[in-house]
């Protein structure tokens, strides 16, 4: 046994010599880290499940605090829960790590995941799409999508709903056709089959990253799940292609006005920008549209999901929310205004409260290409940080009695108590959330709509000690069962 294992560690020192990583190897040894098997990866990450996933960064995070290393083959990934080292890296390595390269089979070179330089191009073009004023000219739109969505909540009133997320997802697909893709929902008969696409993909995603035998390209090309992969990545992409082709129609038949805020919405935009100039190709367009409608539609439907768990569970804290938006609305039937939305505080403290406790993503990771010193460690060159949100966001140092729902840490006198990095539900730095204020003023109205004119009670989790996770792409409460009762 003994040989076997000296063999095993003889390849590993050989592997990382061979490809120039005897640096990365050397500085890797002060850091530590649980068990890693040669080739292999760490122990403890192998083969574990949606939820045990996340449940083993917490813990590893905990025991190895505040930094430690974890190895996918002779990848090293240091895992920082520092908010100096998430603000540094976040501020000066814009390339992502190797983990975003089995997204580029469902959506290639998007802003998601594309090289910094591509990234950097694209990023510029897009963000005219998500300036205020255009953001502001949506809400109509999330008025009459919410409502539709507590037409049908209203109608489940007194029994027993399970996932949530079912529901709220609809309802943020159905958003997004429209604003960011100028387009009427119901001409897409098929387009909830996006949402099983997406949902099985990000199933197959995190089987790739934490089933280290997928890492192998033969033997992942020759799986069964491979082949699920690509049916479902194709299904995925059925939506985005017929947006494409409504969009493409309408500006070839000149039916957007210059310079309007209907042309600068997303896609229209984009369209513009392929058709007139070589800034973007129409195959990117596409990348760029599935990228938009998978991350602008399950982050939001997880997040609003979540925030009802939560307030089911806090009776109080709903009270206190529904006090605040009948003062601001005047009345259980009022449509909230911009006006309205930037009165609503305590709202939009309980959607802070969620995304710190449910973070859309729970970890993120750049590549560095310069060593960074982070005493008393050198994070090597060529290596990866690996920055787990979920664990800033409820480290006992910052936040006091984490598992604890409660909007009022978010006061502003409490909030500039804490390293800005503390807390990043939208990531950080140049290559943040580029939806960030669309995904906040949306979920705003949805919250707020739904609070107004309906109660909600959990069922299950009874308590916070028992929200448990499962790790799709995007982070969503487990087993959730809630009942909705009319005011």
């Not at 309408?250 to 309007?260: D, F, L, R, V």
């Not at 403290?349 to 560095?368: H, N, Q």
């Not at 109205?445 to 959990?458: E, H, N, W, Y």
Request: contains cysteine.
């Amino acid at each position: 046994m003994l040989v076997f294992v000296l063999i095993f560690v003889a390849l590993f020192v050989f592997t990382i010599l061979l490809y120039g990583k005897w640096q990365i190897l050397f500085h890797s040894f002060k850091i530590p880290g649980p068990a890693a098997v040669p080739l292999v990866g760490t122990f403890s990450l192998i083969n574990v499940s949606k939820k045990g996933f996340i449940n083993e960064i917490i813990k590893q995070s905990k025991t190895y605090y505040p930094v430690w290393k974890v190895w996918t083959g002779s990848e090293l990934y240091i895992v920082t829960n520092r908010p100096t080292d998430a603000e540094t890296v976040l501020s000066t390595f814009l390339d992502k790590s190797n983990i975003y390269k089995n997204f580029d089979e469902y959506s290639k070179g998007s802003i998601l995941t594309a090289e910094a330089s591509s990234w950097k191009v694209n990023r510029k073009l897009i963000n005219p799409s998500f300036n205020l004023q255009v953001i502001n000219s949506f809400l109509d739109a999330y008025i009459r999508y919410t409502t539709e969505l507590v037409d049908i909540l209203e109608k489940t009133a007194g029994t027993e709903q399970t996932d949530i997320i079912k529901y709220t997802w609809r309802t943020t697909l159905d958003n997004v056709i429209e604003t960011l893709g100028d387009s009427e929902p119901s001409l897409h008969k098929n387009r909830y089959d996006f949402i099983v696409a997406a949902s099985i993909f990000g199933d197959i995603f995190m089987q790739r990253t934490y089933k280290f035998w997928y890492r192998l390209h033969l033997i992942w090309k020759n799986s069964s799940l491979s082949k699920k992969h690509a049916k479902y990545c194709e299904e995925g992409r059925n939506l985005p292609k017929n947006m494409l082709t409504l969009v493409e129609e309408s500006y070839e038949a000149k039916k957007y006005e210059s310079n309007s805020l209907r042309e600068k919405r997303f896609l229209p935009h984009l369209v513009k920008m392929s058709s007139e100039t070589d800034a973007i190709s129409p195959g990117q367009v596409l990348e760029e549209t599935v990228t938009m409608l998978h991350a602008g539609t399950e982050s939001t439907a997880a997040t609003i999901a979540a925030a009802l768990v939560f307030l089911g569970i806090n009776p109080e804290i709903q009270d206190e929310l529904y006090d605040e938006i009948i003062s601001v609305l005047g009345s259980t039937t009022k449509n909230p205004t911009l006006e309205d939305l930037n009165r609503l505080e305590f709202t939009e403290r309980v959607l802070k409260e969620t995304m710190r406790l449910v973070p859309a993503l729970p970890v993120i990771s750049r590549r560095i290409n310069n060593d960074v010193k982070a005493d008393p460690y050198v994070y090597p060159a060529g290596s990866n940080i690996l920055i787990p949100i979920i664990y800033l966001h409820q480290d006992p140092a910052v936040w006091p009695d984490p598992k604890k729902f409660d909007p009022d840490r978010f006061l502003p006198d409490v909030s500039e108590t804490r390293h800005r990095c503390s807390y990043i539900p939208f990531s950080y730095g140049v290559r943040n959330c580029i939806g960030l204020r669309y995904a906040m003023m949306s979920m705003k109205v949805f919250l707020a709509m739904i609070i107004q004119k309906l109660r909600v009670r959990t069922v299950e989790p009874a308590t916070m000690d028992e929200v448990q996770w499962q790790h799709f792409i995007v982070l969503r409460i487990k087993n959730s069962r809630v009942v909705f009762e009319k005011r």
